[in-house]
C-alpha cells in the first residue's frame, strides 16, 4: 500500500474526455465514475455542473499544546459536498496521508452512497493531517476539542453529523458531541453518530460496516451461484471494517484465508481463526508476529486464488498495474475507493463481479442514520431489530443496483453510481435553484 503514490491536491477542472486521469487522485477516481454515469442517465447540464463541487470546505489550522509544552500546529478539513437530500453526513478520519483532494473525494462518496441505499443524508467528510499513534491520549483529546471547536459552525444535528473513520472512534466521537454540547449549551447527541452506547450509540453500530459488507458479498455470491459454506476470503485491513467482515463471513461458513494490516499479513490456506487474530490485535495493536499462517504482504495478499477478495483498507489499491493479475471471482469493496477508475475495465474484462464501495460499505451509515433517529425520537431499538433492518436496506439495495446494471448493460459501480446520481438529481429539481 504505497503512500508514496499520493500526489499534491490540484484544482478540479471541468471535464475534457481526454484529459490525463490521475490514477493515484482520489477526487478523480470519483469524478471518472461520476462522469460516465452523468453520461449514460443524460444528465440535465446545470445538474451536472452542480454536482461536480462540493457546496463547502474548510480547512482550519488547529493549535495543541503537547505534552512537553510545545505548541504543534495540525491542519484539519471539513467538505459537505452536496446536502440537497438532508443533513451532510460523513467521518472523521485522522491520517498522516489525509489532504483535500481525499477529503473531497470521500465527501462526494458519502453523498452517492447515502443516496443509493435511500437515506436522507446528504455528504460530507472530514480529516485532520496526523499519526494518533504518535500521540498520548490527553493530545488527542485537546485535538479532537480543538477541530470541533474549528469547524462548529458547520455542525450540527439538522446540518452536518460526523462519525468515525480511520483512525476514529466512540471515543473521539463522545468528545466531538462533548464539545458541541458546551458550546451549545444543551447534551445534542444526534450532532455525532458512532458514540458509546452509554451516551446515545447505536446497538450494532461497531459492526455495521462489516455486517454490511458480509450481507453484501452473501448476495453477490448468491447471484454467482456460489455457496457461503467453504468460499475462501482474503481481508485487506484488520481494523473495525476488515476484521468484523472476517468474522460474519466465518460464521456464516466462509474461510478466511488471508489477512493483513498496515503491518503486513498473514496466508493460511487451511484457514485463520479470525476470533484469535482479533484478541491477538485487542492485546497487540496490530498484527504483526501473529502466528496463526505464513507471513504475506499487503501486495501478494490482493493477488492470491481466493473466491472473494475484501479490500478494507485505503484508497487506491487495487489499480492497473495488479489488476491484470488479481484471481477472486469478487471484490467486495469495504473500504472507500481502493480500485482505481483506470483498473475498472481490466476487472471487467477479466469478468471479477465487483460489489463497489458506495453499496458495500454502505452498512455503517445505514446504522449510524438509525442512531440518529433514535436520539433525535429519544427511543432505542435492540440490536436484532437494527441488524433486521439494516439487512433489508442491503439487500434492497443490492438488488436495486443488479436490477439497473442488468437494465442499462454496465457493472455494479456504475449502476449504483447511476442510481445514486439521479435520487441526488430529482432532489435538486424539484427544489430548484434558490436565487
Ligand atoms: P480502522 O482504522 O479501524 O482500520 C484500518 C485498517 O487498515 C487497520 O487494520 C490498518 O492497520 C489497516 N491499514 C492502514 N493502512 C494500511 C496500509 N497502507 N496497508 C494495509 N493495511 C493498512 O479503519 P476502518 O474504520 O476499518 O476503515 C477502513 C476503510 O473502510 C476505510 O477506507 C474507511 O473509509 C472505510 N469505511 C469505514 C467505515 C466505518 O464504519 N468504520 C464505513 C465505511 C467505510
Known amino acids: 500500500m504505497a503512500?508514496?503514490?499520493?500526489?499534491?491536491?490540484?484544482?478540479?477542472?471541468?471535464?475534457?474526455?481526454?484529459?490525463?486521469?490521475?490514477?493515484?487522485?482520489?477526487?478523480?477516481a470519483m469524478m471518472s465514475r461520476f462522469?460516465?454515469?452523468?453520461?449514460?442517465?443524460?444528465?440535465?447540464?446545470?445538474?451536472?455542473?452542480?454536482?461536480?463541487?462540493?457546496?463547502?470546505?474548510?480547512?482550519?489550522?488547529?493549535?495543541?499544546?503537547?505534552?512537553?509544552?510545545?505548541?504543534?500546529?495540525?491542519?484539519?478539513y471539513r467538505v459537505q459536498y452536496n446536502t440537497s437530500r438532508g443533513p451532510a453526513k460523513g467521518g472523521i478520519r485522522f491520517d498522516m496521508q489525509v489532504n483535500l483532494e481525499e477529503v473531497k473525494a470521500l465527501a462526494a462518496w458519502m453523498t452517492w452512497k447515502c443516496a443509493v441505499v435511500n437515506l436522507p443524508f446528504g455528504g460530507a467528510k472530514g480529516g485532520v493531517i496526523c499519526d494518533p499513534s504518535n500521540l498520548s491520549?490527553?493530545?488527542?483529546?485537546?485535538?479532537?476539542?480543538r477541530y470541533?471547536?474549528?469547524?462548529?459552525?458547520?455542525?450540527?444535528?439538522?446540518?452536518?453529523?460526523?462519525?468515525?473513520?480511520?483512525?476514529?472512534n466512540e471515543r473521539v466521537m463522545a468528545w466531538v458531541m462533548d464539545t458541541y454540547s458546551m458550546h451549545m449549551r444543551h447534551t445534542a447527541s444526534a450532532v455525532v453518530t458512532g458514540k458509546p452506547l452509554e451516551l446515545g450509540g447505536s446497538a450494532g453500530r461497531k459492526e455495521a460496516t462489516g455486517r454490511g459488507c458480509m450481507i453484501v458479498t452473501r448476495e453477490a455470491l448468491k447471484e454467482l451461484g456460489m455457496p457461503v459454506r467453504g468460499t475462501t476470503v482474503a481481508v485487506q485491513g484488520f481494523g473495525n471494517v476488515g476484521s468484523t467482515a472476517a468474522m460474519l463471513l466465518e460464521r456464516e461458513g466462509a474461510r478466511i484465508t488471508a489477512i493483513s494490516d498496515r503491518t503486513g499479513g498473514v496466508h493460511n490456506p487451511q484457514g485463520i481463526d479470525v476470533t484469535a487474530a482479533i484478541e491477538y490485535v485487542r492485546r497487540n495493536r496490530d498484527l504483526d508476529g501473529f502466528a496463526g499462517g505464513d507471513p504475506i504482504t499487503n501486495d501478494e495478499l490482493l493477488t492470491l486464488s481466493v473466491d472473494v477478495l475484501l479490500p478494507a483498507a485505503m484508497e487506491n489499491v487495487i489499480t492497473s498495474r495488479n489488476a491484470p493479475k488479481l484471481q477472486a471471482k469478487i471484490i467486495c469493496e469495504g473500504a472507500n475507493g481502493p480500485t482505481t477508475a483506470a483498473a475498472d475495465a481490466i476487472l471487467d474484462e477479466k469478468g471479477i463481479f465487483v460489489v463497489p464501495d458506495i453499496l458495500a460499505n454502505a452498512g455503517g451509515v445505514t446504522v449510524s442514520?438509525?442512531?440518529?433517529?433514535?436520539?433525535?425520537?429519544?427511543?432505542?431499538?435492540?440490536?436484532?431489530?437494527?441488524?433486521?433492518?439494516?439487512?433489508?436496506?442491503?439487500?434492497?439495495?443490492?438488488?436495486?443496483?443488479r436490477a439497473l446494471a442488468r437494465q442499462h448493460k454496465?457493472?455494479?459501480?456504475?449502476?449504483?453510481?447511476?442510481?445514486?446520481?439521479s435520487r441526488v438529481s430529482t432532489v435538486h429539481k424539484l427544489r430548484g435553484i434558490y436565487a
Open 3 to 28: 503512500t508514496e503514490l499520493r500526489l499534491p491536491t490540484t484544482n478540479i477542472v471541468l471535464p475534457d474526455k481526454d484529459r490525463f486521469l490521475d490514477e493515484h487522485n482520489p477526487f478523480e
Open 137 to 145: 491520549v490527553g493530545e488527542l483529546e485537546r485535538l479532537t476539542r
Open 410 to 421: 454496465v457493472n455494479m459501480r456504475t449502476a449504483a453510481y447511476m442510481l445514486a446520481i
Open 35 to 76: 462522469d460516465r454515469a452523468a453520461e449514460l442517465l443524460d444528465l440535465d447540464p446545470g445538474i451536472y455542473k452542480i454536482l461536480r463541487n462540493p457546496e463547502k470546505q474548510l480547512t482550519v489550522s488547529i493549535p495543541v499544546h503537547m505534552d512537553n509544552g510545545d505548541v504543534e500546529v495540525f491542519t484539519g
Open 148 to 168: 470541533t471547536s474549528n469547524i462548529i459552525s458547520l455542525l450540527g444535528p439538522d446540518t452536518d453529523v460526523p462519525a468515525p473513520d480511520v483512525n476514529t
Open 369 to 401: 442514520y438509525f442512531e440518529w433517529v433514535q436520539n433525535r425520537g429519544g427511543y432505542y431499538w435492540t440490536e436484532e431489530t437494527v441488524n433486521t433492518r439494516l439487512e433489508e436496506i442491503m439487500t434492497r439495495s443490492f438488488t436495486d443496483v
